[in-house]
């Protein structure tokens, strides 16, 4: 079969009805954090971690509107389109959903300054979200137009997030739940034009592939965002399989001997893992070393660099 031939597409119903079903079986609103966070298990520390970094997130979103932008020359898509960055950014100063994050962000307890910063951005995080910036950027506008249809199912898992706030979360201050609130009637709104532009414009079953193909990507970096910010509050722990021993080639440095390759550590990686005791999580770690280093720019960045490079080469591992 011909997966180019336009006979060969799937009919309407058909097609949203695959895209949909990405959603069923991938979308983060069955990722493990996610569920934690909607049955009211998380501790106040990791909802604002939360918080927190989602917000990058949150800032990469007009970044990967206004590519979209660039990619049509329709005034009339543009027209429809750019009502997404006014959305985000807002019409004039102090509006629009990046600044209502940031007002979910000191209802939680945090600093805006701090969080507008991105000082604190997991690294895992800022792979997920650029990821999307550039998936997007790559892309011809049919498939970055797909990507965006992670928007079907967002509505209603902002009404799910709504009523767990509401319920376990008290500390919260209600306001801040503006954004949530907003995006019950903007996501449906957006997924429907999406919806729409991607069902006229896939005219062969290889664009519509292309499409399903990059809704369940764009899943992987909503996943991959969540396991960065989950990772944050694992306790790491050297791995089992993993043995320090002194470096004498390079004084002050480890040898990570595992059973297949040595890892070199050097002083400050050293330091991290002293740490690494199985009870203080990522966070509280590098919250440790901020304090011990005050003037080392960028360290709460590094640390957890460093960990989730160690968790990958098997010299830790960090509970469940």
Not at 16 to 36: C, I, Q, S, W
Not at 149 to 166: K, P, S
Not at 249 to 258: D, T
Not at 279 to 287: C, E, L
Request: one cysteine or more.
């Amino acid at each position: 079969m011909d997966v180019s031939d336009p006979e060969d597409l799937w009919g309407p119903a058909d097609f949203e009805a695959r895209l949909r079903r990405v959603g069923t079986e991938r979308y983060h609103d069955k990722h493990p954090f996610n569920l934690r966070m909607h049955a009211g298990l998380l501790s106040r520390d990791e909802l604002q971690t939360w918080v927190r970094n989602r917000y990058y997130y949150q800032t990469r979103i007009p970044l990967k509107d206004s590519a979209i932008l660039g990619k049509s020359a329709d005034s009339a898509f543009r027209r429809e389109w750019v009502q997404r960055l006014h959305d985000h950014d807002g019409r004039a100063p102090g509006e629009g959903g990046l600044e209502l994050w940031l007002r979910l962000a000191e209802a939680s307890g945090l600093a805006r300054d701090e969080v507008a910063s991105l000082h604190f951005v997991l690294p895992g995080v800022r792979r997920a979200c650029d990821a999307y910036v550039d998936l997007v950027e790559r892309a011809d506008l049919l498939v970055a137009v797909a990507a965006s249809l992670t928007e079907l199912f967002a509505g209603d898992i902002m009404v799910q997030r709504i009523a767990a706030f509401e319920r376990h979360y008290p500390w919260v201050d209600a306001e801040g739940l503006a954004y949530f609130r907003s995006r019950t009637t903007a996501a449906p709104r957006d997924a429907a034009y999406g919806l729409a532009f991607v069902t006229e414009h896939a005219r062969t079953r290889a664009d519509q592939q292309r499409c399903i193909d990059a809704v369940e990507r764009k899943c992987e970096i909503l996943w991959g965002l969540l396991d960065a910010v989950e990772a944050a509050h694992r306790p790491p722990r050297l791995a089992a399989s993993a043995m320090l021993r002194e470096d004498y080639e390079r004084p002050g440095s480890l040898l990570a001997v595992l059973p297949e390759r040595g890892v070199r550590i050097n002083e400050s990686g050293r330091e991290i893992l002293d740490l690494c005791d199985g009870v203080r999580s990522s966070d509280a770690i590098a919250t440790v070393l901020r304090e011990r280093h005050p003037d080392v720019a960028h360290l709460s960045s590094d640390v957890h660099e460093f960990l989730d490079q160690m968790e990958t080469l098997g010299v830790i591992d960090r509970d469940a």
